[in-house]
């Protein structure tokens, strides 16, 4: 159920078992660079449903999705020079970006409004599980700081728990690059002074 992973040198072989879990549409925890989230494989609508009951959250609030890099971010969402210039200086760090959606976007993971929050978490874990999968995962806290208490708080639901430490929880920045038109949503651990 709980599976330690070196976060400075991500073991491939565990990092594949991670993602077999994925492949098969399993719930997982793991560690980002904000806090442990909770995720599933983007294109598995059955995990994406089980998170949204786990949460209890309305389908019309998406969750984000974690990319393993800019190149991966230019699949999903629409990318221009000036989205393309901010995010290369910012990431991977604690960012989440509102951009427009491509139509390789889930509808369920859209807003009305065609958008998604995309991340680049710096951390090595979580990079190694997209990298690997070959597509993004979808995102929502664990509201937990260490595995111990997630696997306490949702044992039942989750496939499973991946340790890579203990995290002191601080939500991610959030800004909209629509239009080009930077807004900061949410002033969380990344550093936003460039945008106000």
């Known amino acids: 159920m709980i599976i330690s ?3 400075d040198n991500p073991q491939q072989r565990l990092i594949n078992m991670v993602c077999e879990a994925l492949d098969k549409g399993g719930l ?16 598995n609508k059955k995990g994406i449903q089980r998170i949204y009951q ?21 699949q999903y969402a629409k990318v221009s020079d000036f989205a393309y210039k901010t995010m290369r200086r910012l990431l991977p760090g604690p ?28 951390n090595n874990i979580c990079l190694a ?7 993004p995962i979808i995102t929502t806290s664990a509201i937990h700081e260490d595995p111990y208490t997630i696997k306490e708080a949702y044992e039942s639901s989750l496939e499973m728990i991946i340790d890579g430490g ?19 949503i ?11």
């Open 54 to 74: 786990l949460k209890n959250r309305p389908l019309k609030q998406p969750f984000s999705i974690i990319c393993d890099s800019l190149k991966g971010i230019s």
């Open 5 to 7: 992973i070196n976060p």
């Open 166 to 184: 203990v995290l002191k929880p601080e939500p991610s920045s959030v800004i909209s690059l629509i239009d080009d038109f930077p807004e900061v």
């Open 129 to 135: 599980i997209v990298e690997t999968l070959g597509r």
């Open 95 to 122: 960012y989440t970006f509102i951009l427009e959606g491509t139509k390789l976007v889930p509808q369920i993971m859209l807003t009305k409004r065609k958008t998604v929050g995309i991340r680049v978490p710096a």
């Open 186 to 196: 949410r002033e969380g651990k990344g550093d936003v002074s460039s945008f106000l």
């Open 28 to 43: 997982i925890a793991y560690p980002t660079d904000t806090f442990y989230g909770m995720g599933c494989d983007l294109y």
